[in-house]
């Protein structure tokens, strides 16, 4: 302790002067963050009422979100290929950011008579926190995954009733029992992976609900939602491409598709990147 | 023609409809894309004072950008190792946004008398340009680069004089010349691949002057400048491990950071990335 004190005191004036400017570069950092967070805020005001318009085009455009999903690189691999009978009946589909970090989901679902699903709409919300006393279960996280979750937070959500579709009866965890299905755990299991088990994920049970929803979640919000428009257009081209030129339905596609200033949303889609990284804090 | 008019006239109400819808979309993409200019106006419109006031409180800390550019990952693959000792002079570094696009960077050099390197301040800017016709050599460019040069645009700058560190008299440009120099070509070369002869960079002469020069300002402009404090700190705690812990100049470099927040930084930095991909339009 004495050897530390008498350091202190030979501090030079020199010395002073660059521990004072650290320490001010570091509330510098501090301001930067806020800026940060009110730059994100001042996004989300000016989009949202685009967003919003943009919503009850789409509306109008038959088969947008399944076209999206069905052939979105990343998409199928959160779900089982069964769903996609399902997600093709989303109507619209709609993120709603409610702060810089917590936002909801809203999925539009048309019926399909045949498999017992009736048209519902359900909106999910998601929050992040960093209070780790909420976990139910800890066992399948690493000591390190805590302290991450501790220190940047981690998404939560409250479950969503969900009436499934008849197709899944077997898995269907409200319809299944341990007492009379045999094959109960691993029919469990089975419809604990699907999209309809992934309404009742909270965040807090790890390895004993939907796998991976966060990551789910923030696939719509990150990438789906505000990348709709470039998908889509991708995917009609890939449509067309798989076709061929000479079939009628192209032709179709492709008179659709004219009105459409696809050069510029590629552009916008090149120039994002350096522009978001150029004034990256 | 006679077939597409006519198959023009059968387009139903409902395809009439979408066509509408899927125009309006493109009318929404254009909305975001002056979104996006919006929000990185706004960003750089709050950024900047708080950078003015960064640049100030650096001036403060002695060998601030020379323990960046040292320890920097990438930065000494744009420059031949015998650059360092004159960067090490770097006093100050300022980068100033001028658009969304433009930036200008600004360098403040002390002395080295033994070098008869003056201390100088040299501002080069740098800008966006699609008219490729300003490309003076372009026989090193692939038809694909012109066009997307073109389409995205390239960087451009003014020469900049500098004065050169007499080391450099043997492959100096202006101090060199074909009819007395035997390895003329060589010198020149070696000369052009230095710092020195990035100040001389014009984007305009592809294979003939410094190599990669917008990717050496732009490095300045998305990584170096905005993350300097991140580079510092992390700059300093390698220096700390590699000197190990009984040393005493070690202990005072402790001593100099202890007045800083590092977690604050390291969060803020692992956060950035979601939440900047959050709101990507």
């Given at each position: 302790?004495?050897?530390?004190?008498?350091?202190?005191?030979?501090?030079?004036?020199?010395?002073?002067?660059?521990?004072?400017?650290?320490?001010?570069?570091?509330?510098?950092?501090?301001?930067?963050?806020?800026?940060?967070?009110?730059?994100?805020?001042?996004?989300?005001?000016?989009?949202?009422?685009?967003f919003e318009e943009r919503y009850n085009i789409i509306a109008n455009i038959p088969n947008f979100w399944k076209t999206v999903l069905q052939t979105h690189?990343?998409f199928?691999?959160?779900i089982?290929?069964?769903d996609f009978k399902f997600l093709d009946l989303l109507k619209n589909l709609k993120v709603v950011?409610?702060?810089?970090?917590?936002?909801s989901i809203t999925f539009q679902f048309d019926e399909l008579k045949e498999s017992n699903f009736p048209a519902q709409t359900l909106t999910k919300?998601?929050?992040?926190?960093?209070?780790?006393?909420?976990?139910?279960?800890?066992?399948?996280?690493?000591?390190?995954?805590?302290?991450?979750?501790?220190?940047?937070?981690?998404?939560?959500?409250?479950?969503i009733?969900i009436t499934w579709p008849?197709?899944?009866?077997?898995?269907?965890?409200?319809?299944?029992?341990?007492?009379?299905?045999?094959?109960?755990?691993?029919?469990?299991?089975?419809?604990?992976?699907?999209v309809f088990?992934w309404f009742?994920?909270?965040?807090?049970?790890?390895?004993?609900?939907?796998?991976?929803?966060?990551?789910?979640?923030?696939?719509f919000?990150?990438?789906i939602y505000?990348?709709c428009l470039?998908h889509y257009?991708?995917a009609k081209?890939?449509?067309?491409?798989?076709?061929?030129?000479?079939?009628?339905?192209?032709?179709?596609?492709?008179?659709e598709?004219?009105?459409?200033?696809?050069?510029?949303?590629?552009?916008?889609?090149?120039?994002?990147?350096?522009?978001?990284?150029?004034?990256?804090?």
């Open positions: 302790m004495a050897k530390e004190m008498s350091e202190k005191d030979i501090l030079s004036e020199e010395n002073l002067k660059i521990s004072k400017a650290l320490r001010d570069l570091s509330d510098i950092e501090e301001k930067l963050e806020k800026i940060d967070e009110q730059v994100n805020k001042y996004r989300i005001s000016i989009t949202e009422p685009v690189p990343e199928s691999d959160f089982p290929v069964s950011m409610l702060s810089s970090t917590d936002f919300t998601f929050k992040l926190t960093k209070d780790i006393t909420k976990l139910k279960y800890t066992s399948k996280l690493t000591d390190e995954q805590l302290e991450d979750m501790q220190e940047f937070g981690f998404l939560t959500s409250e479950p009733e008849s197709d899944y009866d077997s898995i269907n965890p409200n319809k299944i029992s341990m007492k009379t299905d045999k094959d109960f755990k691993q029919n469990y299991r089975a419809g604990m992976k699907t088990a009742n994920w909270t965040g807090l049970k790890h390895g004993k609900e939907f796998p991976n929803g966060d990551g789910f979640a923030n696939l919000m990150e990438d505000p990348h470039k257009i991708v081209r890939d449509i067309e491409d798989e076709v061929g030129e000479s079939d009628s339905e192209v032709e179709e596609d492709e008179e598709l004219e009105g459409f200033n696809i050069d510029a949303i590629n552009e916008d889609e090149q120039n994002k990147e350096p522009s978001q990284k150029k004034m990256k804090i």
